[in-house]
């Protein structure tokens, strides 16, 4: 019998997240975003100046796909480039007061979101979906580069399992469905 892919937990976490970004288009989309752009405006609100290449390391993208946002939101009026005094061929980033405002508003589509995403959900399984998500992450990003730090101030190192070796296709076995 073959693997069949719709059974597996990869087809539902794609799924999900194929859903989970449909849905937060719709709401970004009410307070004048594209999906990517909340993330560019999040980061800068966190630390305002970012040169090109500290946002696409951040954001995990290529250059030019940073470049076309900040010309996108520039034109939106929600940020500015400012080259740097320093060195001119260094342009900085920086959030305008309607840039910073968005951001804001960015919070409570975030919210909303998760809302819907987690409706039905009781607190600890909110947690172990966190977690295992979380460990999912850890499990496929490159070797030597440590998953995203993010707000799990109650995650223990403990609480987290090792990364498992990977996986090579041919290592997948024949009959795995669930």
Same mark, same amino acid.
């Given at each position: 019998?073959?693997?069949?892919?719709?059974?597996? !937990?990869?087809?539902?976490? !794609?799924?999900?997240?194929?859903?989970?970004?449909?849905?937060?288009?719709v709401?970004l %989309?009410?307070? %004048?975003?594209?999906?990517?752009?909340?993330?560019?405006?999040?980061?800068? $609100? @966190?630390?305002?100046?970012?040169?090109?290449?500290?946002?696409?390391?951040? =954001?995990? !993208?290529q250059?030019?796909?940073?470049?076309?946002?900040?010309?996108r939101?520039?034109?939106q009026?929600?940020?500015t480039r400012?080259?740097?005094?320093?060195?001119g061929?260094?342009?900085? !980033?920086?959030?305008?007061?309607?840039?910073?405002?968005? $951001?804001?508003?960015?919070?409570?589509?975030?919210?909303?979101v998760?809302? @819907? $995403? *987690?409706?039905?959900?009781?607190?600890?399984?909110?947690?172990? *979906?966190?977690?295992?998500?979380?460990?999912?992450?850890?499990? =496929?990003?490159?070797?030597?580069?440590a998953?995203?730090?993010d707000?799990?101030?109650?995650?223990?190192? @403990?609480?987290?399992?090792?990364?498992a070796?990977?996986?090579?296709?041919?290592?997948?076995?024949?009959?795995a469905?669930d």
């Amino acid at each position: 019998m073959s693997f069949n892919h719709r059974k597996s !937990v990869t087809h539902r976490l !794609v799924q999900a997240a194929r859903v989970h970004r449909t849905r937060a288009a719709v709401h970004l %989309g009410r307070i %004048g975003l594209h999906p990517g752009q909340e993330a560019v405006l999040k980061a800068l $609100a @966190e630390r305002d100046g970012q040169s090109m290449s500290e946002l696409a390391a951040e =954001l995990a !993208v290529q250059p030019p796909t940073v470049t076309k946002m900040i010309s996108r939101l520039g034109a939106q009026g929600l940020l500015t480039r400012q080259t740097s005094s320093a060195d001119g061929r260094l342009a900085r !980033v920086f959030l305008t007061d309607a840039g910073r405002e968005r $951001a804001g508003a960015v919070d409570a589509v975030w919210k909303r979101v998760e809302k @819907e $995403a *987690l409706a039905g959900l009781d607190e600890k399984d909110r947690k172990r *979906l966190k977690k295992l998500l979380r460990q999912i992450e850890k499990n =496929l990003m490159p070797a030597g580069i440590a998953a995203s730090a993010d707000d799990d101030e109650d995650e223990t190192p @403990e609480a987290v399992a090792k990364p498992a070796a990977p996986i090579l296709v041919d290592e997948v076995e024949e009959g795995a469905t669930d």
